[in-house]
């Protein structure tokens, strides 16, 4: 079965990190790029970061550029996601999702994981 | 950056036709992606690439993209149906993508 299970959220204080994890299964990994989407408490979908299949090429949204760092581990078929200078604003559901290319839909999601900005 | 414009929602009687748009300039230049989510669930790929539909998913979700304003259609929506749908696109500018602000169904 293809499957994304994401991991490491969590309550952190503002100005505080967290690392998410997305462990992919049922598929080879390291053929697809990842994505990471984000929603706020009752917000919509907003994409936060990607990163390509081979890991060599990344992009962040404006909003986490300079914070947020994303990487893949193609061997142990896992994405990460490191969040460091966390701010009340990143409280959201973060999603990993594949995509077979650069254009192409997010097709298969993982179920999420919430992380809680606040002191 | 591409802004993608929804409808904040839409509203449909069971066994009726369920139209939601996205507009975004010269978007029928553009691939766009539908997702569905129900409460509490992750989103789902629904339609790719203007009109294509993943395996899995009725007949009755189709696709179209013209001019400044793609379009997803429900036919003979079901009380299941009921969710919130977004488009996406890849924003050349900025190079990555960019989400409309999400219509929620709601059948009648």
């Known amino acids: 079965e293809v499957q994304l299970v994401e991991s490491g959220g969590g309550l952190v204080q503002p100005g505080g990190s967290l690392r998410l994890s997305c462990a992919a299964s049922?598929?080879?990994?390291?053929?697809?790029?990842m994505h990471w989407v984000r929603q706020g408490p009752g917000k919509g979908l907003v994409w936060v970061s990607r990163?390509?299949?081979?890991?060599?090429?990344?992009s962040y949204a404006d909003s986490v550029k300079g914070r947020f760092t994303i990487s893949r581990d193609n061997a142990k078929n896992t994405l990460s996601l490191q969040m460091n200078s966390l701010r009340a604003e990143d409280t959201a559901v973060y999603y990993c999702?594949?995509?077979?290319?650069?254009?192409?839909?997010?097709?298969?999601w993982g179920q999420g994981t919430t992380v809680t900005v606040s002191s | 950056s591409y802004v993608l414009t929804q409808p904040p929602s839409v509203s449909v009687a069971p066994g009726k036709t369920a139209r939601i748009t996205c507009g975004g300039n010269?978007?029928?230049?553009?691939?766009v992606h539908w997702y569905q989510q129900k409460p509490g669930q992750a989103p789902v790929l629904v339609i790719y690439?203007?009109?294509d539909r993943p395996s899995g998913i009725p007949e009755r979700f189709s696709g179209s993209n013209s001019g400044n304003t793609a379009t997803l259609t429900i036919s003979r929506v079901e009380a299941g149906d009921e969710a919130d749908y977004y488009c996406?696109?890849?924003?050349?500018?900025?190079?990555?993508?960019?989400f409309g602000g999400g219509t929620k169904l709601t059948v009648l």
């Open positions: 049922g598929f080879t990994f390291s053929s697809y790029w």
């Open positions: 690439y203007d009109s």
């Open positions: 996406q696109v890849w924003d050349t500018s900025t190079d990555h993508p960019v």
């Open positions: 010269n978007i029928g230049g553009k691939s």
């Open positions: 990163i390509n299949s081979d890991g060599k090429s990344t």
């Open positions: 999702a594949r995509a077979t290319g650069q254009l192409d839909g997010m097709d298969v």
